[in-house]
């Protein structure tokens, strides 16, 4: 009797003929990546290992674009074609997390011979309809939605930890794994699926052409520079009065710097005080935000139109006068999230020491101490002319008798080990190897505290504590 | 105070306990964090005090917790409605205690003083009391063992009594009886937990008001920042044998320490007792305690002996104990007084102190400066609280919490400073600019119409003063005496929280 019903089941679902797959739907690709992430908690260890889906479609060059975020710390990368059982090698050309895309090939050639490269459109309208074409939640079998362009707005995305670039929001659903599947209108496609805000209902973001194009023209040469960013605090000129001392005239707009980085390519041309008048010919109004097609665009939509090493067409406030400058756009100095490497790490009896980066700050906010979140975020603001050298911070400690009794908090900016000042792992390396004395003395930042072991003990205990908790390799540089 | 100097020594007199015991109802108002101009939504609370000897009337003792802001206090006795008006004689906010007076002399006619139970103990049976709904109620407690309890209402640290009990709802200075003596007020509770503070330290304290007339208020802290030795490395690398003393890493300019220990010093002992490399002293009956607990057996101006090792040679000091409370730190605690705050244009600065939620990352930085002694050049720190939004101040309405480090090119370091450099406008302008911070870090307004948008803001948002000075900072004194550059092993210099000089 149970037999009987199943047949009948599978019968009713196979009743209707199935509308044939169209050339485009043939496109889109289903990708399993099987990834392993870093955890900067343990960075000794080589990460955790996981297994997600998402979407890809087929574009010139018998080529693949995605996300970044679905092929990304990749360890083993299948795709599947509609409608085909088996799975295939899959390997990739160039990803950029900047702007979460990627592009991937299959390990055998010809396997997308048959199939329609998706030529891509123009930047859609606000209001126009779309379809997205993917396999949210892991499904196996394609799955569309329908919506329009709500919104067109420069914003950050996830992936990079805060990049912000022009994207599309729409009103078509977009859930896990429907991620690098494309959005289509006509039969052209207008944008890559990227995110969604989960708190909010039916808002889901693609990446649109501009951004796709800038992508796909970087990696044309086999290696991916990335978006450029200016790399400068700006201030509002909202306040009359703000204006007035900034010296514009009379509805002149513009928005005020107030801090360039050092190590930035705008720095030695762009000053703090400088009032942004216009870029790449765009006016600023004083939110800083230009003008284009009846709407509001925030700045980083001109910059998003450069090359990495490209000059933008500046003009400025400076002292009164109305300068032209050439500014220089390049790689940012404040990091993105990382992926594809591991973390850096030195491990000396048991003391565990990382430098002072992105990834520590992000994995530790909630238990790193206010001192170390001071060093990452205000000390370069506190020196605006030099460039800050890094540091490492005294992370935790891998308890065993011969670091038990220094009595030591973790999460500690190391200032000095052996009267030598570390602000690298190598400095650290080289004041702890380099020290005949009979103790190492281990000094910190903000907190009046000093730890000392004793060296023979030490480095007497040092292999053990490594067996002990498993630590493969003691440092990583 | 000079009634105080005539208080007698507490009769020997075996009374019921609720002759001893009676209600304070304590109205109080502290003030509007964001708003500091008006005080909060006026509160009651219901607090227990005891009899104590005075002349020419008794006088009630409590903890200073619950007289804290009070605008109106009334006393009543034996569950009787009758309330009298009453009023704060002598508050010691270091100690967590508070002598009240009661208007009617009458009032004390059928109650006794409380005898005190001045015998350290830490442990056995108490009874916890408290007048309830007329009712006079007597809960069983066990002490359960003795903690090193920092003052509710300052920073001195003292040996409390942990008692297990079931009373619900304490913490409002409840008696604790030990065999009819008062062994102690309860300053806090949860759960089964009742923190008492010792009848041991009322009676030193009683003392010395009775003996002075409240003259001189209990010293707070030592004033240094210490590291305890409890590593074998450590105290070898420093030239000991094994752990023992505790480091002297810093000292704060103002404090008992100043100009008596210096960093690198070892303290080995102070006031009679050896220090152990952790910072405890062993005093028995309750075993192990952090050093600094001696300071509560004394009042600010008397001396402690101290003995400690620099340069190798052991010296043997005295210390004069001064009051170093948590008004010298440079984010200062436990202030009642009325804050100091400035509104120019709308924009609302105020000086930042604990009271101050510190959930914005500007702040939750300084938060750490919490703790962190007040220099002479450094004494406060100014923030913009809050921005009352009109016309004046477009372009900064919703900007909030951010360290304000000129005015006009001028140093700010008291809203005083603010008021002042607030006198010499920029070629027309006021520039306010910030401690180094992502999100903003200059305002600029136009000093012409500054005055009067002031008092446009300041009618409609119903601000009735545009400034308070508040209360200036305590006389920290001189400077110092920080010893030789890197003795002791030359201890690194820590870097300065302060973008220069």
């Given amino acids: 009797m149970p037999f009987l019903l199943l047949l009948l089941v599978s019968w009713c679902l196979a009743a209707p003929a199935a509308p044939p797959i169209r050339p485009l739907e043939r496109s889109v690709v289903r990708l399993t990546n099987t990834s392993q992430r870093a955890d900067w908690r343990t960075p000794w260890n080589p990460g955790r290992i996981a297994v997600a889906t998402g979407s890809g479609f087929v574009v010139e060059g018998g080529r693949i674009l995605t996300n970044a975020h679905v092929v990304a710390d990749s360890r083993n990368l299948v795709f599947h074609l509609h409608g085909d059982a088996v799975p295939h090698d899959a390997r990739i050309v160039a990803i950029g997390h900047d702007c979460d895309l990627a592009l991937v090939e299959p390990v055998e050639a010809g396997l997308l011979d048959g199939l329609r490269a998706l030529p891509l459109g123009e930047m859609p309208r606000m209001g126009q309809d779309v379809t997205t074409f993917g396999y949210p939640a892991g499904g196996t079998w394609l799955s569309s939605t329908r919506g329009t362009v709500s919104r067109i707005d420069v914003i950050a995305s996830v992936h990079s930890g805060g990049a912000t670039h022009l994207a599309v929001q729409t009103d078509a659903a977009i859930n896990p794994g429907n991620s690098g599947g494309p959005v289509v209108s006509g039969d052209r496609v207008v944008g890559v699926a990227f995110q969604a805000v989960g708190q909010l209902e039916n808002v889901g973001y693609f990446i649109p052409p501009p951004i796709v194009r800038h992508f796909l023209d970087d990696v044309a040469?086999?290696?991916?520079?990335?978006?450029?960013?200016?790399?400068?605090?700006?201030?509002?000129?909202?306040?009359?009065?703000?204006?007035?001392?900034?010296?514009?005239?009379?509805?002149?707009?513009?928005?005020?710097?107030?801090?360039v980085h050092p190590a930035s390519p705008a720095a030695g041309v762009l000053e703090p005080g400088d009032v942004l008048l216009s870029l790449d010919g765009e006016i600023l109004a004083n939110d800083g935000t230009f003008s284009v097609s009846d709407q509001r665009?925030?700045?980083?939509?001109?910059?998003?139109?450069?090359?990495?090493?490209?000059?933008?067409?500046?003009?400025?406030?400076?002292?009164?006068?109305?300068?032209?400058?050439?500014?220089?756009?390049?790689?940012?100095?404040?990091?993105?999230?990382?992926?594809?490497?591991?973390?850096?790490?030195?491990?000396?009896?048991?003391?565990?020491?990382?430098?002072?980066?992105?990834?520590?700050?992000?994995?530790?906010?909630?238990?790193?101490?206010?001192?170390?979140?001071?060093?990452?975020?205000?000390?370069?603001?506190?020196?605006?002319?030099?460039?800050?050298?890094?540091c490492v911070v005294l992370y935790r400690r891998l308890d065993h008798a011969v670091n038990a009794t220094v009595g030591m908090a973790t999460h500690l900016v190391v200032a000095r080990v052996n009267d030598r000042e570390v602000h690298t792992l190598e400095d650290l390396v080289a004041a702890l190897e380099g020290n005949p004395g009979p103790y190492h003395v281990f000094a910190f930042a903000h907190v009046d505290r000093v730890t000392v072991l004793d060296r023979a003990a030490a480095d007497a205990a040092h292999r053990e504590i490594l067996d002990l908790y498993a630590v493969i390799e003691d440092r990583r540089l | 105070m000079n009634l105080l100097a005539l208080l007698l020594p507490a009769a020997l007199a075996a009374a019921p306990l609720e002759d001893g015991v009676v209600t304070l109802k304590v109205t109080w108002q502290s003030w509007e964090v964001g708003q500091p101009w008006v005080?909060?939504?006026?509160?009651?609370?219901?607090a227990q005090a005891v009899v104590v000897d005075g002349r020419p009337e008794p006088v009630l003792l409590t903890t200073a917790q619950m007289v804290a802001f009070a605008t109106h206090i009334r006393a009543s006795k034996h569950g009787e409605p009758g309330e009298s008006p009453a009023r704060v004689l002598y508050e010691d906010r270091e100690a967590n205690l508070a002598l009240v007076s009661?208007?009617?002399?009458?009032?004390?006619?059928?109650?006794?003083?409380?005898?005190?139970?001045?015998?350290?103990?830490?442990?056995?049976?108490?009874?916890?009391?408290?007048?309830?709904?007329?009712?006079?109620?007597?809960?069983?407690?066990?002490?359960?063992?003795?903690?090193?309890?920092?003052?509710?209402?300052?920073?001195?640290?003292?040996?409390?009594l942990r008692v297990q009990t079931d009373i619900q709802g304490g913490g409002w200075s409840e008696p604790v009886f030990v065999g009819g003596a008062l062994a102690g007020l309860a300053t806090g509770h949860s759960q089964s937990d009742m923190q008492v503070?010792?009848?041991?330290?009322?009676?030193?304290?009683?003392?010395?008001v009775r003996a002075t007339g409240g003259m001189r208020p209990w010293a707070g802290q030592i004033g240094a920042v210490f590291q305890e030795i409890r590593s074998p490395a450590l105290a070898g690398w420093l030239g000991l044998e094994s752990p023992r003393g505790i480091l002297v890493r810093r000292v704060a300019q103002g404090g008992s320490a100043c100009g008596v220990l210096r960093p690198d010093d070892i303290l080995?002992?102070?006031?009679?007792?050896?220090?152990?490399?952790?910072?405890?002293?062993?005093?028995?009956?309750y075993g192990l305690l952090w050093f600094e607990v001696l300071l509560s057996r004394h009042p600010a101006g008397d001396t402690v002996p101290v003995r400690l090792l620099r340069d190798g040679a052991v010296h043997e000091l005295a210390m004069p104990l001064r009051t170093y409370t948590g008004a010298s730190w440079l984010v200062p605690a436990d202030r009642t007084d009325p804050p100091a705050y400035l509104m120019a244009g709308g924009l609302v600065f105020r000086e930042f102190d604990e009271t101050y939620p510190t959930w914005a990352t500007e702040l939750r930085i300084l938060g750490q400066l919490n703790r962190t002694a007040q220099t002479a050049d450094r004494r406060r720190v100014v923030v913009l609280s809050s921005v009352l939004a009109d016309p004046y101040n477009l372009g900064y309405q919703g900007f909030a919490d951010l360290p304000v480090a000129t005015v006009n090119g001028r140093p700010i370091d008291a809203v005083s400073d603010l008021a002042e450099a607030l006198e010499h406008p920029l070629e027309g302008f006021h520039v306010v600019r910030f401690l180094p911070n992502p999100r903003l870090n200059e305002i600029v307004l136009d000093a012409g119409t500054l005055d009067e948008a002031t008092r446009r803001i300041a009618e409609a948002y119903g601000i009735p003063a545009i400034w308070r000075p508040g209360v200036p900072p305590p006389d920290?004194?001189?400077?110092?005496?920080?010893?030789?550059?890197?003795a002791g092993g030359g201890l690194p210099a820590t870097r300065s929280w302060w973008p220069g000089p």
Wanted: proline share 7%.
């Fill in chain 1, 221 to 259: 040469d086999g290696t991916y520079d990335g978006f450029p960013r200016l790399d400068v605090l700006l201030a509002n000129l909202d306040s009359p009065a703000a204006r007035r001392r900034a010296g514009l005239a009379e509805g002149e707009t513009g928005v005020r710097v107030d801090f």
């Fill in chain 1, 297 to 390: 665009l925030q700045m980083q939509a001109v910059l998003d139109r450069f090359r990495m090493g490209a000059s933008v067409a500046t003009r400025v406030l400076r002292a009164g006068s109305r300068l032209d400058l050439a500014v220089p756009l390049g790689r940012s100095v404040y990091p993105d999230r990382a992926y594809e490497t591991r973390p850096r790490y030195v491990v000396y009896a048991g003391l565990v020491f990382v430098p002072l980066d992105r990834e520590y700050v992000e994995t530790m906010s909630s238990k790193a101490d206010n001192d170390v979140l001071y060093e990452y975020t205000y000390r370069q603001l506190e020196t605006p002319d030099t460039v800050v050298p890094g």
């Fill in chain 2, 39 to 46: 005080k909060t939504n006026p509160t009651l609370r219901v």
């Fill in chain 2, 102 to 160: 009661v208007d009617d002399p009458t009032f004390f006619r059928d109650l006794e003083p409380v005898r005190l139970a001045r015998r350290p103990f830490a442990s056995g049976e108490v009874s916890i009391t408290r007048w309830r709904d007329n009712q006079f109620e007597i809960s069983r407690g066990r002490v359960s063992r003795a903690v090193v309890a920092d003052s509710a209402t300052g920073v001195l640290k003292y040996v409390g």
């Fill in chain 2, 197 to 208: 503070l010792p009848a041991t330290f009322l009676g030193v304290w009683l003392d010395e």
């Fill in chain 2, 268 to 285: 080995l002992a102070i006031d009679g007792h050896e220090i152990d490399g952790d910072g405890n002293i062993r005093q028995p009956p």
């Fill in chain 2, 476 to 486: 920290l004194g001189p400077a110092c005496e920080q010893g030789p550059a890197g």
